[in-house]
């Protein structure tokens, strides 16, 4: 018996018709076949006529068709698996790269690198920052942000010497932070208020003859003998005394520090330290090296060089001071907050940090510079010499072999040899220098050049400038 013939469609294409299909004239009956189709095998159609096959080539040229390359087609074959991981009528899981990118920026928005316990607060958040990828490593595959972060996280773990374990950073500071180191709680403060801003330090240094920076960058040449306030606050205590460098001479230097740090809370009991020429400890009076409990102290004294060198560190008021030793005296270099040095009473305004020397006790012109050594370049001839031994073509020689910019402490070392002849002076007036690269926040504010009263460089022959060094040593002297 014959079968009758199965009636079948055009053969698929490459590519599939999307939307309706456009109404087209029925094709005429095929032509009946003079024989019967030849069996092919159990499970296998039979081929179809030349028939069959030309028309359904003409039906399927009729159609509308979508073709895709194949690089198209194996994302949407990659986007279908994605959403078939991601479970039946759910959206897939959001990739929160820029939400533990803002985490970041937020924990170290307010550190600077210059401070003490930079480095160990920032791979606190780098750790922290690490974590928050790996939880969203899922939903971040294929993300380049994501990716990017990844490899940043590593570049700056290798270059802060980060450890992979330790503790993190929280992303809330207002629930938990350390109360006794300022930068944390300070974070904390910020973080509250939606500020973004890091607090502002404020930079102080004495040294040479002596020669005052104040919180304000005012630079002034003092008398000041006998024991002065530096800083006075709520925090802090420092007072240094000065005794005459030369006999018959108002040029004085520093030959004692005290520094007191303050009982405060639950961080440290008082701490007093104190130096004199040829005795720089590097331990408080009381014989101890630091303050506060715990494995970080929240107050250390670390000897850099011995007898000559050594740094404070006080992590629970943000505050570091440096102490010297060079030649027969003594130099000093401090960074505080500004809110923590501005928290005094009206009977604590006498404080040289703060308000400079009283306009009695200066030897300078009141304008930051010293009077002796105004200008661009100083003379190359020898009008002046107030010390045996320099002259000031070899002071400006000896002074710009260690300081290259003749800002305002070439100035003051010059000035110094002139007055004194102690070639100490040089290496105290440099050392001065580096301690301000160290500590002061403003890289901009590190030079301080002499400026007229409008603020520009002020230029002037070498005659001016050798009648104002005489001008100027007459004064010391007299």
Known sequence: MMRKKRKRGAPPGPCRSHGPRPATAPAPPPSPEPTRPAWTGMGLRPAPSSAAAAAAEVEQRRRPRLCLPPLELLLLLL???ELLHAGDCQQPAQCRIQKCTTDFVSLTS????????????????????????????????????Y?????????LMSQRNCSKDGPTSSTNPEVTHDPCNYHSHAGAREHRRGDQNPPNYLFCGLFGDPHLRTFKDHFQTCKVEGAWPLIDNNYLSVQVTNVPVVPGSSATATNKITIIFKAHHECTDQKVYQA??????????????????????????????????????ALYIGTTVFVRQVGRYLTLAIRMPEDLAMSYEESQDLQLCMNGCPVSERIDDGQGQVSAILGHSLPRTSLVQAWPGYTLETANTQCHEKMPVKDIYFQSCVFDLLTTGDANFTAAAHSALEDVEALH???????????????TPRGGSELSVSLGLTCLILTVFL
């Open 79 to 81: 986007l279908s698996l």
């Open 110 to 145: 307010h550190l600077n690198s210059a401070i003490d316990g930079f480095d160990s607060e920032f791979c606190k958040a780098l750790r922290a920052y690490a974590g928050c990828t790996q939880r969203t490593s899922k939903a971040c595959r294929g993300n380049l942000v």
């Open 147 to 155: 990716h990017s972060a990844v490899l940043g996280i590593s570049d």
């Open 276 to 313: 004199v020429t040829d005795d720089l400890p590097a331990a408080f009076v009381d014989g101890t090296t630091s303050g506060g409990d715990g494995d970080a102290k929240s107050l250390r004294i670390v000897e850099r060089e011995s007898g000559h060198y050594v740094e404070m560190h």
């Open 441 to 455: 926040p403003r890289k901009e504010r590190w030079h301080i050049f002499p400026s007229s009263g409008n603020g």
